[in-house]
């Protein structure tokens, strides 16, 4: 093949002194203007397998053998000072958080033209500055020299992300390493961002490596993807080869984990966790949770196979994996029953103000008992606000009225009687901070308990066992602090904690948008299942509008404060009425659209 | 900024994590999402675990030797003092002999059975005054800090008038009032270590309530009082524990500032400040009765420092992963 731009050899990558092994075995080859999307749960060893091609490696960690060549360059051959030059030169890297990779003490103008500076590019000052307002025009951000001056905090995210591309594409790089640059950004800047990297692409000739744990986020973008587990590539295949002929159990796992826009489909989690580096079972590390593993699985690491063209995968069994129907035609096409209940939560022409700013104005929805009502909206469009002020959390103005099985609602939580705050159980965004890290899951779960119940000592440790028990926690959980837990235990005992107040209403903020996409999909089977065992009222807030067709009857959209569409999910997503919500369906990443893309 | 720096800020997610020195190597490469089975059950409480970390420094180590040596010296001297520190043995500012191995003091009494005897006050009376310091300034800071109403502003407007005052100054100015007493001395020094502390507690109070298991906590209708002392306290137990450190050795350097200058310990008493004031003219004849209480003093200090400056260093580890990943 001609062009190519990178190629890996065998790449090991081990911790120093203990020589626990990261990523194995890795090869990869890159041409010219190609996009790898490489995927991946947390833990995977895709991060370190990507800044390595920058001869990077985290502390601790170190190259053991293999060869990394950009163009006819060894890369890990290079000196201190030469890698220098290549790094930000010849191969660049964006960071997942711009906001903590720009510089917050200097103006963005002076972070772009250092690296200009550094690298030595043109000749003349004059030059340099044609190239500074040629990559910002490249990357849609004015080159103004008021928004030079700006700070990276005087930025939108999507601003500072752009900004941080501009950087990496400033001295006309080779390749380029994106590292989740879209994670935490909403999807309409996600697709501008997306398509800003596309262009870039194709247009410089680059070949770029995307590393995520999203599928449907490089669905669209990629050439080729390579799916990483436990530090191996376990698949690797063009785009759309990949998703219609899955020839590896985790990748089908993955793809599974999606959520579609067209069409219902039972999502489905991976149970248990990718296992970390120095706790990974011998041979293929994804047999403990593959439902296809037999005992050669565990005994012995399949090699790497060629199943199509430049598709390769490790798997012992992928010819019965692949004879497989392919994931994406397997559709639910039953569609979740409204049962006509009662309104249970009436919001009626609320408005709330922030400080002295009005943000959500004049809301009316209605949360019907034993059904999910969904509220899409980006970051900013005051659907936190609104589930903040029914869970009577919102310290600032509100007026108009929010009634609860027909009697006003108090503004506050805590001028609430005791039968309304256990009724209404509010679920938070980020389960990172959700839970006291100085209290065991005990304690934390405890706390609803002493204040809504009267249980004896012995008493409660059987509600304790029982909450865990809904949430697919086992009791041994107990003793644990919150950072013993991985992120989707985090936030189920999040979730436990509402529940052990026995809420009739559960409302759930963004739940899933801090965790991997196979950790949400669990998430939301466990959320539908407590709606259908328990009967829960729930509002689901969100951004990503792929994710409701799976659990909510109804939707509310909202924008800039206003509910802008509003009705049953399947009617709205069928056809949307508002062009809000049209240009949401366009923006939201989705695998589909991989497969009519070739 | 060149992509070598993108570089190290991608690995800060990865370093927000929660580890004890051993495992960060194995850390390090896995994401903060995935629990870690080695760290097992057997965690123990903040307070516990901060100096069982700390002690696997060399500054702990080194530090806790030296403020122990210095402890013991006050706890036990009196027992082994081979005279009685206001018995007068020898000559004033007599040179050191067989009878007085360092010499004696402007009256002739020895200086090493008033070394051995004057390091319980220092030590006992900075000690108290620091945690006088301690429970004010922590109270104060996080009701102001939590509280979210006038309450704030009047007592942080408090404290900066407090603040205003340089330290010994208002010492000074009450015992000269009031007549120079141990347990005013003490509860001033206290009361001046308060609102630096209290600053302290405030600032990362402010930060704490932020985080939503507070806003969890007041969903459930829990009360503000004991949000602030059961929620918010736990978390900033590590700061406290270097604040304690660093306030001990102001109170140390403050107490026995005031005896020297005869606010605090009154004559005959044996104590290290004292004896400098006493003994500050002869320092030519007779260094010894100087320069020992000057030494330990400064040794003592020095010792609590470091401590303190290794707990710190624990910290660092501890406090990584408290919701900011």
């Known amino acids: 093949m001609s062009g190519i731009i990178l190629t890996v050899e065998d790449l090991d990558i081990a911790l120093d002194p203990s020589g626990v092994e990261v990523d194995h075995e890795v090869n990869l080859e890159l041409v010219e203007g190609e996009i790898l999307g490489l995927v991946g749960e947390s833990a995977s060893g895709k991060t370190t397998a990507a800044t390595s091609l920058l001869n990077f490696q985290r502390r601790g960690a170190k190259i053991v053998s293999g060869s990394i060549h950009i163009g006819d360059r060894d890369v890990l051959a290079l000196g201190a000072a030469q890698l220098r030059q290549l790094r930000g030169g010849v191969i660049s890297y964006v960071p997942q958080d711009p906001g903590s990779a720009l510089n917050p003490a200097l103006r963005i103008g002076l972070q772009l033209r250092e690296v200009l500076e550094f690298h030595g590019f043109g000749d003349s000052e004059a030059e340099r500055r044609k190239r500074l307002e040629e990559m910002m025009a490249e990357v849609l951000l004015p080159s103004t020299k008021e928004f030079l001056r700006r700070y990276p905090h005087q930025l939108s995210g999507g601003q500072q992300q752009r900004v941080a591309l501009a950087m990496a594409f400033s001295c006309r790089p080779k390749v380029i390493v994106l590292d989740e640059p879209t994670t935490g950004l909403d999807v309409t800047t996600q697709a501008h961002v997306l398509n800003t990297i596309r262009d870039l692409v194709t247009a410089h000739r680059v070949a770029a490596v995307y590393v995520t744990h999203d599928l449907a986020v490089v669905a669209e973008l990629a050439h080729r993807i390579a799916v990483m587990y436990a530090g191996r590539l376990v698949e690797i295949g063009p785009a759309a080869e990949l998703f219609a002929g899955a020839s590896h159990p985790y990748t089908r796992r993955l793809l599974h984990a999606v959520p579609v826009l067209t069409g219902r489909r039972t999502l489905e989690g991976i149970p248990g966790f990718a296992p970390r580096p120095g706790h990974r079972p011998a041979g293929c590390a994804f047999a403990p949770r593959c439902s296809y593993a037999v005992a050669k699985c565990s005994a012995e690491m399949p090699p790497e196979e060629i199943v199509g063209e430049m598709h390769r995968v490790r798997c012992w069994r992928h010819e019965e994996v692949r004879a497989q129907a392919p994931v994406l035609a397997q559709k639910d096409d039953s569609s979740l029953e409204s049962g006509g209940e009662a309104g249970l939560i009436t919001v009626r022409g609320v408005t709330a103000w922030y400080g002295s700013k009005e943000c959500i104005h004049d809301i009316d929805i209605t949360l019907r008992a034993r059904e999910c009502l969904a509220l899409v909206g980006e970051s900013g469009s005051g659907k936190t606000t609104l589930a903040r002020c029914i869970a009577g959390l919102h310290h600032f103005r509100i007026e108009g009225d929010i009634g609860f099985q027909g009697k006003a609602l108090p503004r506050l939580a805590g001028s609430r009687p005791r039968a309304i705050r256990h009724a209404i159980q509010y679920v938070f965004q980020n389960p990172y901070s959700a839970l006291n890290p100085r209290k065991t899951v005990a304690q934390i779960l405890s706390q609803p308990l002493s204040i809504f119940f009267d249980y004896t000592r012995h008493q409660r440790e059987d509600r304790l066992a029982e909450v865990l028990d809904l949430v697919s926690l086992d009791d041994t959980l107990l003793s644990r602090y919150p950072d013993q837990l991985s992120g989707g235990e985090r936030q189920r005992v999040a979730i436990a904690r509402a529940l052990a107040a026995e809420p009739t209403v559960l409302i759930c903020d963004e739940v899933t948008s801090w965790l991997d996409v196979s950790v949400q999909a669990s998430i939301i089977e466990l959320l539908l299942r407590l709606q259908s065992e328990i009967g829960l009222c729930m509002l689901f807030v969100t951004h990503n509008l792929a994710l ?47 497969l009519f893309k070739t | 900024m060149s992509a070598n720096d ?37 965690r123990r409480r903040d307070w516990v675990q901060l100096p069982l970390d700390a002690l696997h420094y060399r500054v702990t180590q080194a530090g806790l030797a030296i403020s122990l040596f210095i402890v013991a010296m006050a706890v036990v001297g009196p027992y082994i003092a081979p005279y009685s520190p206001y018995e007068f043995v020898t000559a004033p500012y007599a040179k050191p002999s067989a009878t007085a191995w360092l010499g004696g003091d402007n009256l002739g009494r020895d200086v090493v059975s008033r070394v051995l005897c004057g390091g319980r006050t220092v030590l006992s009376l900075s000690f108290i005054a620091t945690a006088i310091g301690m429970i004010l300034g922590v109270v104060l800071g996080l009701v102001a800090g939590y509280a979210r109403t006038v309450i704030n502003e009047v007592i942080m407007r408090g404290l900066d008038v407090l603040l205003a005052f340089p330290q010994i100054v208002f010492v000074l100015l009450i015992i000269s009032v009031l007549g120079p007493q141990v347990w005013l001395l003490v509860l001033g020094v206290g009361v001046t270590l308060a609102p630096p502390i209290a600053r302290v507690v405030y600032g990362v109070t402010v930060e704490i309530k932020e985080r939503d298991f507070v806003m969890a906590a007041e969903s459930l209708g829990v009360s503000h009082l004991k949000i602030a002392f059961t929620e918010i306290l736990p978390n900033i137990v590590s700061p406290l524990m270097v604040e304690f450190g660093l306030n001990l050795t102001f109170a140390i350097g403050t107490i026995a500032s005031l005896s020297f200058l005869g606010f605090g310990m009154q004559p005959p008493a044996a104590d290290w400040g004292l004896m400098i004031n006493e003994n500050r003219v002869g320092l030519v004849i007779q260094p010894y009765s100087v320069f020992v209480p000057v030494t330990l003093i400064a040794i003592l200090a020095i010792g609590v420092n470091l401590v303190t400056d290794g707990v710190a260093h624990a910290m660092i580890g501890i406090d990584r992963d408290t919701g900011s990943a």
């Open chain 1, 548 to 594: 409701i067709r799976s659990i909510a009857y109804d939707v509310a959209v909202m924008s800039e404060g206003r509910i802008v569409e509003y009705g049953p999910t399947d009617d709205v997503l069928a056809d949307p009425q508002a062009e809000y919500t049209r240009k949401l369906l366009a923006d939201t990443p989705t695998i589909e659209a991989a």
């Open chain 2, 6 to 42: 993108s570089v190290s800020a991608g690995e800060r997610r990865v370093d927000a994590l929660d580890v004890s020195p051993d495992e960060a190597l194995s850390e390090t490469l896995g994401h903060d999402l995935e629990p870690s089975p080695a760290r097992g059950k057997q």
